[in-house]
């Protein structure tokens, strides 16, 4: 029950703030909460790749 207050005062918040039509805002709201709901998981896949890397853009570097 809490996650749909959470999403319904994000959708509305969307939808009085930035003018856009209702059903976006739902849209958006629930994209922004599952990408909330999955930081963790992005930080971590973020944090492997900087700190084992590619090689930046391919360039050689020898």
């Keep these: 029950m809490r996650s749909f207050v959470v999403l319904f005062f994000l959708a509305a918040a969307l939808h009085y703030f930035l003018h856009i ?3 976006l805002a739902g849209g958006g709201a629930l994209v922004l909460w599952i ?6 998981i992005i930080l971590a896949i973020l944090g492997l790749e900087m700190l084992f890397g590619g090689d930046n853009g391919g360039g050689n570097d020898i």
Excluded: E, F
Aim: no cysteine.
């Design 21 to 23: 039509p209702l059903a």
């Design 35 to 40: 990408l909330w709901k999955l930081k963790y």
